[in-house]
């Protein structure tokens, strides 16, 4: 009997156990019965035979023959042993037949561990593949509030639905959001054609994963599909043969790689930027073609107009070294074609200015390497697409500051747009704003997107007179009611808005390219980079109406003087949530990574995050992207930052 693949196998076993016992990790099968004290006491459910994917095989139920294995199930025992002679002889059935019997294993919390069928999981291990058949038990565990506990719960729910148990996510809400990509809702029940499309397309990501990742540190590889379905989009992909699948993981090979700093935050505006190499000396570009993105006319949206004046001023500025075009694109697939059509033309930088379009330009961006791609999003999400923000809540402190002032009761009403990351860290800065002159003051939360706002009566107290509403209005508005105003008897009175100057952001992005210092200065990092600037970067300005008393305006532009010069943040001090639970202590301040995931509501909001079913459809795309709890969300120890680029 040949024992070549035993000598072979225990080399890997060696290795791995070598390894565990010098990094103090336990170089054995880890046991079940170890990891889970009264394992035998908690209900079971049988969920019969199951093709189970190997990755997600992590040890032995019981100790047993744990010890003739490393912690990788490659055989560490001597060589002419009983077991080896087993082994080899199993090895050799494998080979010939396959494996005949399923292994028998208990599930916990989406890892399987075997009661018996040790060897046949080395065997298969060692040989490169993929599922095994095994027998399935699944131990409930107790509930907690463990967020690890939360997200099973939900891998248990989507398993039920549609019968597909090798999907493992490690963020709560994942298979919502693979629900919605096909259209399902969360709990609906799947066709048999949906089914069958999701477990060949995800068959064939898990192939071409660790095929292409090998064993290099990555994303998990539930994270990861969910992460390529969103950037290629489910239509796009579901139908792709294993080779197609294969190239597009190639393409995006650096998206999935762990970094120490997922994210780098560029604070502010400087000077300071690494020195171009020559190439980048040589062949910079003397000529800009630059094309933004809207997802509704300038005239009607004042978000997108305020981009195009920034545009306008960016190129008014730089002058016959740019041209400049907008394009309006309503939906993922025509902003992909726009994309190609401006890339065919000879334009070799995208602005997307929102958020929604994150996702539609990572394919192009792979496929298109000499094109850069900037989206306006507050959260960044991909090695290859920069993203731009401003840092909006400085501004709102300053409104809530004077909302203070103006307010007689204290009672201020806030309108917000979406649930989404920076949505908080405004409402919160407004409230603390308002709070330092006025301690008495309570912030009314309401959300345009939600179904049942009212735009005529946003509240129904009669005694809030003050209120911060969305910001200027676009060229042609319906309603007085932007910024922050003043109710009195049926009167408004505009008192204040803030002033994003995008332009600065644009013509300095521009600039730095055509000195041909952008890729220096974005290829020294190996994070996601993502410019989020602020007061002091003059991108964030505020106007007063005249009917501001002097007094007023001139505190308050003293305040925005000290963030300009970086002296001042609304996030130091004592900072309590609506729980009660302290956020940030009395001799702190928040850092930029703390403010850009801040996902709670200070404890004097009246009001609350809404859940993503209380929205009207159009804000369904945002929220996906962007929400809070959301695929794009980056874990505050993820995050790193930097005065600038």
């Keep these: 009997m040949d024992s070549r693949f035993y000598t072979r196998a225990r080399q890997k076993g060696l290795k791995a156990y070598s390894q565990a016992i010098q990094t103090n990790q336990d170089p054995y099968l880890p046991v079940l019965e170890e990891k889970v004290p009264g394992l035998n006491t908690l209900d079971r459910l049988s969920l019969g035979i199951q093709s189970i994917p190997l990755d997600r095989v992590a040890g032995s139920v019981s100790q047993g023959r744990s010890f003739a294995f490393a912690n990788n199930f490659m055989p560490i025992l001597e060589p002419n042993s009983e077991f080896s002679g087993k082994w080899t002889a199993l090895y050799a059935s494998v080979e010939e037949e396959g494996v005949r019997d399923p292994a028998k294993v208990l599930e916990y919390l989406g890892y399987y561990y075997l009661i018996e069928g040790n060897k046949r999981i080395s065997v298969m291990k060692f040989i490169g593949a993929e599922y095994i058949e095994a027998d399935v038990t699944r131990v409930i565990p107790l509930r907690t509030d463990d967020p690890a506990l939360t997200v099973y719960w939900e891998y248990c729910a989507f398993s039920k639905v549609t019968g597909l148990y090798d999907i493992f996510f490690t963020k709560s809400g994942s298979y919502d959001r693979l629900s919605g990509l096909p259209g399902m809702m969360s709990g609906e029940t799947w066709s048999q054609d949906d089914i069958l499309s999701l477990r060949k397309i995800y068959h064939y990501f898990?192939?071409?994963?660790?095929?292409?990742?090998?064993?290099?540190?990555?994303?998990?590889?539930?994270?990861?599909?969910?992460?390529?379905?969103?950037?290629?989009?489910?239509?796009?992909?579901?139908?792709?043969?294993?080779?197609?699948?294969?190239?597009?993981?190639?393409?995006?090979?650096?998206?999935?790689?762990?970094?120490?700093?997922?994210?780098?935050?560029?604070?502010?505006?400087?000077?300071?930027?690494?020195?171009?190499?020559?190439?980048?000396?040589?062949?910079?570009?003397?000529?800009?073609?630059?094309?933004?993105?809207?997802?509704?006319?300038?005239?009607?949206?004042?978000?997108?107009?305020?981009?195009?004046?920034?545009?306008?001023?960016?190129?008014?500025?730089?002058?016959?070294?740019?041209?400049t075009v907008n394009r309006i694109v309503s939906s993922r697939s025509e902003a992909e074609t726009v994309m190609e059509s401006l890339i065919k033309e000879g334009f070799n930088v995208v602005f997307a200015t929102s958020p929604v379009m994150l996702n539609s330009c990572v394919e192009p961006a792979l496929k298109h390497p000499e094109t850069?791609?900037?989206?306006?999003?507050?959260l960044a999400g991909y090695h290859h697409v920069h993203t731009y923000y401003l840092r909006f809540y400085e501004a709102k402190f300053l409104l809530g500051m004077l909302a203070g002032i103006l307010s007689k009761n204290g009672k201020i009403g806030y309108i917000a747009d979406y649930p989404i990351y920076g949505s908080p860290s405004m409402i919160n800065a407004f409230a603390i704003g308002a709070r330092m002159v006025n301690p008495e003051a309570r912030i009314y939360l309401n959300w345009t997107s939600l179904r049942s706002f009212d735009m005529r009566e946003p509240f129904h107290d009669p005694e809030i007179q003050v209120v911060c509403n969305r910001d200027l209005t676009a060229p042609n508005p319906t309603s007085r009611e932007s910024g922050l105003y003043v109710r009195d008897h049926g009167e408004i009175r505009s008192m204040a808005t803030l002033l994003p100057r995008w332009g600065v952001f644009y013509r300095h992005v521009m600039e730095q390219m055509l000195k041909g210092v952008f890729d220096a200065a974005s290829e020294s990092r190996s994070s996601s980079l993502s410019y989020w600037w602020g007061i002091a970067s003059d991108t964030l300005d505020l106007a007063f109406s005249s009917r501001c008393h002097p007094a007023t305006v001139r505190l308050i532009r003293n305040l925005q003087a000290q963030f300009r010069d970086q002296s001042f943040t609304p996030f130091e001090?004592?900072?309590?949530?609506?729980?009660?639970?302290?956020?940030?202590?009395?001799?702190?301040?928040?850092?930029?990574?703390?403010?850009?995931?801040?996902?709670?509501?200070?404890?004097?909001?009246?009001?609350?995050?809404?859940?993503?079913?209380?929205?009207?459809?159009?804000?369904?795309?945002?929220?996906?992207?962007?929400?809070?709890?959301?695929?794009?969300?980056?874990?505050?120890?993820?995050?790193?930052?930097?005065?600038?680029?």
């Design 206 to 323: 898990h192939t071409a994963y660790y095929t292409v990742l090998q064993d290099q540190p990555a994303l998990p590889c539930g994270d990861a599909f969910l992460r390529w379905l969103l950037a290629f989009g489910y239509q796009d992909v579901k139908d792709l043969p294993l080779e197609d699948v294969e190239k597009s993981l190639r393409l995006m090979v650096e998206e999935f790689k762990l970094r120490e700093d997922a994210v780098s935050l560029v604070m502010e505006h400087t000077d300071k930027v690494p020195s171009p190499t020559l190439l980048q000396t040589l062949f910079h570009p003397s000529r800009i073609k630059a094309a933004f993105l809207y997802t509704n006319p300038i005239e009607n949206s004042a978000w997108n107009y305020w981009h195009d004046m920034g545009r306008l001023e960016a190129q008014e500025k730089l002058g016959e070294k740019v041209e």
């Design 573 to 645: 001090g004592e900072l309590r949530d609506q729980s009660g639970r302290i956020r940030c202590m009395a001799d702190q301040r928040l850092t930029p990574a703390e403010v850009l995931c801040m996902d709670y509501l200070a404890d004097c909001v009246v009001g609350s995050l809404p859940s993503p079913e209380d929205l009207v459809p159009s804000a369904q795309g945002l929220v996906l992207t962007q929400g809070i709890g959301s695929l794009a969300t980056a874990d505050v120890g993820s995050i790193s930052w930097t005065s600038g680029y």
């Design 372 to 378: 850069k791609f900037l989206v306006s999003s507050q």
